[in-house]
DNA sequence: GGGAAGCACCGCCAAA
DNA sequence: CATTTGGCGGTGCTTC
């Protein structure tokens, strides 16, 4: 089955056409985590794709892990919105897959956007859609990438990225965050939040090392809304009521309220509560401080409140946290 | 541990 | 006329 249609949905415009291109030992979790998304998007009647999965060839096409793909030629009226290129273990004989960067090449002249999950990046730069491009790929191949192509911007560091219609992303399974990220641009973040408790993965979590990640992955699209999270970046440890960041986002509490709510689909105080319980972890799982040192320098007060956020938020106390990572590290 | 106080959130309405 | 905005007050949750 290489088609899928949409939910029928008059109300919604005809869904977006994805295209997926796969090639002989492409990792199959880089075509179905996306597919999976999309389709749990399509369900929920608030967004509309449809998806198809196409090669150079057509027929049959195996999967690195052993499972074939049925794939289809792309047909002649190639009318595309997304074009998402997949990953796997032949990248390193992405060399040998000419015909491939061939189709990458003219679907990519038809897309309104194109997307690589993992080693993907490495036929999106072979096609020369990635120079001078801010792109991310596998951490693993991330040097050879860089090494490949000395004009692309590898960002070894990030779960995705969006560099103007490009969207890449790190390996294998951060292809479900990428997807989440499309539906969330496409039909907004109610349906993207919707689609990943679907799928029972996290809406956003946070890539490499960036402390504010969560917050930073998707900026909102609003100025005011940007200015306010950077308020409270920058003023974590003291006290952020709402008509505080209202004020530094230059309009009132409620309409702020409201912004913020509909932009990144969290409430401020929730927000707040998050930023600051991120910054506390990497410190209570790193560090030495006391929990108590790192609860008032996050703006948490005391230990007692972060304690109460941290089980809110990772379901355990900062010291059992504190303890496992620990624990691990003697293990390594 | 129970009850008061404070705050966030949200629905509702009116004004822009 | 519709959409956006801001204020008000009730409700529920957290904190004290």
Redesign the pocket.
């Known amino acids: 089955v290489t088609e899928r249609l949409a939910g029928a949905n008059p109300a919604l415009e005809p869904g977006r056409l994805v295209w997926a291109v796969v090639f002989p030992g492409f990792e199959l979790l880089d075509l179905s985590g996306p597919l999976c998304a999309l389709n749990i998007a399509t369900s929920t009647g608030r967004a509309s794709y449809v998806s198809r999965v196409v090669s150079a060839h057509g027929g049959s096409v195996a999967s690195c892990s052993g499972v074939d793909v049925l794939t289809s030629l792309p047909p002649p009226h190639r009318r595309v919105d997304t074009l998402l290129v997949v990953g796997g273990l032949a990248h390193i004989a992405f060399e040998g897959e000419d015909e491939t960067i061939a189709l990458i090449k003219d679907l990519a002249a038809q897309a309104n956007r194109v997307a690589s999950v993992c080693t993907g990046a490495f036929l999106l730069a072979s096609a020369g859609l990635l120079d001078g491009r801010e792109v991310t790929t596998h951490w693993r191949h991330a040097t050879e990438l860089q090494r490949r192509f000395p004009n692309v911007r590898v960002n070894a560091d990030r779960i995705f990225l969006k560099d103007g219609n490009i969207w890449t992303s790190a390996g294998i399974t951060a292809g479900i965050d990428l997807t989440l990220a499309l539906i969330e641009h496409d039909f907004g973040i109610e349906v993207s939040k919707t689609v990943a408790r679907e799928m029972v993965v996290y809406h956003r979590r946070s890539g490499g090392q960036s402390q504010f990640s969560t917050m930073l992955e998707l900026e909102p699209p609003s100025d005011r809304i940007k200015d306010a999270l950077k308020f409270a970046r920058e003023h974590l440890n003291e006290?952020?009521?709402?008509?505080?960041m209202?004020e530094a986002a230059r309009?009132?509490?409620?309409?702020?309220?409201?912004?913020?709510?509909k932009e990144t689909g969290?409430?401020?105080?929730?927000?707040?509560?998050r930023l600051r319980a991120e910054v506390a972890l990497s410190r209570v799982q790193e560090g030495t401080e006391s929990i108590e040192m790192i609860a008032r320098s996050v703006g948490f007060?005391?230990k007692?409140?972060m304690r109460?956020?941290f089980l809110?938020i990772y379901g355990q106390p900062p010291r059992a946290l504190r303890r496992a990572s620990t624990s691990r590290s003697l293990h390594a």
């Open positions: 006290p952020l009521p709402v008509e505080r209202a309009i009132s509490a409620r309409q702020f309220a409201r912004l913020f709510l969290d409430t401020p105080a929730r927000a707040v509560e007060g005391d007692e409140r109460r956020a809110r």
